[in-house]
């Protein structure tokens, strides 16, 4: 029963309630509902009658009907027993019987019951730690003082967690025996609700001493151990231990409940004076997974915010905080304490050849993976200066991998995170650094000078869950048996490697197909391929509006996000945030984008690139051709889209391409940018005065840049000739003559000289057999060069092929 004094202490109270949309799931009352609390509490008993009340959902007071009125809808699996109330009895609830009795002797019967857990504060258990104590729930069953004071103290930071109803009936076999059934159902609640407490507050944790003194004793540290005493002379096992444990104290995160929760308050604070608001989408991907799995977040990383945004957001709505990967140069005095606590390890850039160091990272990433600690890091190692997702580093995959081959507890679930910023925080250190300054090093002194930037307005921020990639199905895959062979088992390493690879590309694709289009974004898309970013009001209005159209007319996945905004909006808002102005002219009025924000633009322009690759491509081949068949243009698309969707890290395999590229001729002919002569299959442009010809054209700059730079280090190879240049030197060549066109022909696009990006495709040529590396170390080539050559010549219009060879020619 519910007490007066515990009704006016719910009322008082403050929960939320997960899921928001449980009413919607059980609308289905022809089945009887009771609710199966945790523990019983008169005070748990009351919060969930308020949140029944504000839900809409049955009042838990209530009595169940028919043949179970004699019951109430509501009843605890567990109660406190004991003078001291320290001891759980975990005999079948009599209730529970009960409703098992009267679904046996009545086979028309069933009965759902729906798991509920009430969380007072949100604080994995720790030892020797007071404040967490009192502060908030944890695993442990504690006293009633204990509970006085979590009840006071957390009474407006309260979660009524409802859980998957569980029938009866379906637990019942023909003649089963009701004591052994409700035996069943206890098992199966308490698992149910194990799971959603360690997904909502986390694991039960232990002390961070407890922890390394953990990883110290693991055979393989001992084993490194062992083999640096014998492989270096001179070497004392108990230095070597020391050396050990100095780095696991140099890697091991702090993490402090409390600490947590200011800290939400703060980034609260902090977000609403920096941004106009977070937007989280596809939240609803945590609530599928959290549940019974090992979580590990791979977000892409844009800027340094990217640490503490993630985590708020998985906070906020309800998630356990997960453990942050950080790189070391982020443990600076102070600020490196702080964010231990919140949950930050710290691990080198570079440790090949440290067998010792390896080891000790292994086994600590082991051990909180076996605690059931949900983990995050950055694919892509560091932060992206060009706003494209980086080619992804494995070495934190790999070792996630064999930690788990060693001792897979629980299922593993990578969660694909994106991040858009409208303004990123180090947008101006990025273009310095793309332009040839060096980067800058992180420090206190930077940190405390980057402070004077909160004054500024930075739009709004979004953060958009991908599609979750489940390990062990591609484990299966790989290697049917591999829950049954021995972890070092040497045919294991053979496939490692490139699971480790397909597994990186599909994360680096799940994240791209969770993009978020913002108003800025589409801004640095159509200001970016007009000239001098400059255009009148009209005009733009009418790029943006056509851009919109082809993003939802050729959408690229279901979960990416597009501004609500219309042309009009978009323009206001990009002036509000002093990305452009407007300039009154006798002509009319003008939208410019200053040669400075549009060095920045193509950082937020390559957010988005990627969701409008394809139809870009499609454009770019009727930049130099009035008309072409669709078999043309699809043999141009299919030539130049492995290189685009390698870079790029576009969603679709090769064998879609031909039925991507159909798709999007005909979205771009009921946009009117096309035609198409159906009796000659043939695919027509706008004639040269129409507004759609100049509206393709915009579109086609969108990839024509990379496109050139293809064509660039073609050109050049082929000029040097076959078996002259090695890959070095014609990536040297490359990047002088790009930014030797970047001078001369004012291209505002800082990666158009980015090295990296010749690397990767000279790389791609030779993967895919166009070019060869000789005895000598020089590429050499055939006519399958020349050909690629000739399909690019199709695409590039006449004088920027001009443009090119006559560069590479001076």
Same mark, same amino acid.
Not at 166 to 175: A, N, P, W, Y
Not at 228 to 243: A, F, H, I, N
């Given at each position: ?431 310095? %650094? ?126 990416? $996000? ?116 159906? %009796? ?25 840049? $990379? ?24 990536? %040297? ?78």
């Amino acid at each position: 029963m519910i007490s007066l004094a515990g009704r006016l202490w719910a009322l008082w109270s403050r929960a939320s309630l997960q899921p928001d949309d449980i009413a919607a799931r059980l609308t289905d009352r022809s089945i009887p509902l009771c609710y199966v609390l945790e523990r019983a509490s008169g005070l748990d008993a009351a919060m969930l009658r308020e949140a029944c009340v504000r839900a809409g959902l049955p009042r838990p007071t209530r009595r169940l009907p028919g043949p179970l009125s004699g019951l109430r809808a509501c009843f605890a699996l567990e109660r406190a027993v004991g003078l001291w109330r320290r001891r759980l009895d975990r005999r079948a609830a009599p209730q529970l019987l009960q409703l098992l009795q009267a679904v046996c002797a009545d086979p028309g019967l069933d009965v759902r019951l729906l798991p509920v857990a009430v969380y007072w504060g949100r604080a994995p258990q720790k030892e020797r730690s007071l404040i967490r104590l009192v502060l908030s729930d944890d695993w442990t069953l504690g006293s009633r003082l204990r509970r006085m004071f979590s009840v006071l103290l957390n009474s407006r930071r309260v979660m009524v967690q409802f859980g998957t109803p569980l029938s009866l009936r379906s637990l019942l076999d023909d003649g089963a025996d009701p004591a052994l059934a409700a035996r069943r159902a206890a098992r199966l609640i308490r698992q149910q609700q194990a799971d959603a407490r360690a997904a909502h507050i986390g694991p039960d944790l232990s002390h961070r001493r407890t922890i390394l003194a953990q990883v110290l004793r693991a055979r393989a540290v001992r084993a490194a151990v062992a083999a640096e005493v014998r492989d270096k002379p001179g070497s004392m096992r108990r230095q070597v231990l020391e050396t050990a444990q100095a780095y696991g104290e140099e890697i091991a995160a702090n993490y402090s409940h409390a600490f947590v929760a200011m800290l939400s308050n703060l980034l609260t604070w902090l977000w609403n004076r920096l941004y106009d608001g977070v937007e989280v989408r596809h939240i609803e991907t945590l609530r599928e997974v959290a549940r019974g799995n090992e979580v590990i977040y791979v977000p892409c990383h844009r800027s340094h915010i990217d640490y503490l945004l993630l985590s708020y957001a998985i906070y906020q709505h309800g998630y356990a905080i997960p453990h942050i990967a950080a790189g070391l140069n982020l443990n600076m005095p102070v600020i490196g304490r702080l964010l231990r606590k919140g949950g930050a390890f710290f691990i080198r850039r570079r440790f090949r050849g440290n067998a010792l160091y390896t080891a000790v990272v292994m086994q600590y990433l082991g051990a909180i993976m076996a605690r059931g600690h949900s983990i995050e890091y950055f694919i892509e190692g560091g932060r992206s200066r060009t706003g494209r997702l980086l080619a992804p580093a494995t070495g934190m995959l790999t070792m996630t991998l064999r930690s788990y081959l060693r001792e897979p507890r629980r299922p593993v679930v990578f969660v694909p995170v994106y991040f858009g910023y409208e303004r990123v925080y180090e947008g101006p250190t990025y273009i310095g %650094e793309l332009s040839g300054k060096p980067k800058q090093k992180e420090s206190v002194l930077g940190f405390i000078r980057s402070l004077r930037r909160l004054r500024e307005r930075f739009g709004r921020v979004h953060v958009n869950f991908g599609d979750p990639i489940q390990l062990d199905a591609m484990l299966d895959r790989y290697a049917p048996d591999w829950r049954e062979s021995a972890p070092r088992n040497g045919e294991r390493l053979r496939w490692l490697n490139a699971l480790t690879g397909e597994l990186a590309t599909s994360i680096m694709r799940n994240i791209n197909s969770a993009a978020a289009v913002t108003p800025i974004n589409l801004l640095a898309l159509t200001l970016l391929a007009t000239p001098r970013q400059t255009a009148l009001q009209q005009d733009l209005q009418q790029q943006l509006a056509m851009l919109l159209a082809v993003l939802r007319g050729v959408p690229y996945h279901q979960r990416v $996000t597009l501004t609500e905004l219309g042309p009009q909006q978009i323009i206001d808002y990009g002036v509000a945030l002093q990305i452009i102005t407007r300039e009154q002219q006798q002509s009319g009025q003008f939208v410019r984008m200053s040669s400075d924000n549009a060095l920045l633009a193509t950082y937020y322009r390559n957010n988005v690139l990627h969701l409008v690759a394809v139809p870009s491509l499609v454009a770019c081949c009727f930049l130099g051709n009035a008309a072409m068949r669709t078999a043309d243009v699809q043999r141009l698309a299919l030539r130049i889209y492995p290189y685009i969707a390698a870079e790029l890290f576009l969603r679709w395999p090769e064998a879609e391409v031909d039925a991507v590229t159909h798709q999007t001729l005909q979205a771009l002919a009921a946009l009117g940018l096309l035609e198409h002569d159906a %009796e000659r299959d043939v695919w027509r442009r706008p004639a040269p005065t129409a507004a759609a010809a100049l509206h393709l054209s915009l579109l086609a700059q969108c990839t024509v840049q $990379t496109i050139e730079r293809y064509y660039l280090v073609i050109a050049l190879l082929i000029r040097a000739g076959s078996g002259v240049l090695s890959q070095q030197m014609l990536e %040297e060549r490359c990047q002088q003559m790009a930014q030797r066109m970047t001078m001369l022909y004012g291209l505002n696009s800082p990666e158009f000289f980015d090295r990296s990006l010749f690397e990767s495709y000279i790389d791609l040529l030779r993967e895919r057999g166009v070019v060869r590396t000789d005895v000598a170390g020089t590429l050499v080539y055939d006519e399958v060069l020349v050909r690629v050559a000739s399909d690019a010549e199709l695409v590039l219009s006449e004088q920027i092929r001009h443009s090119i060879l006559q560069v590479t020619h001076s």
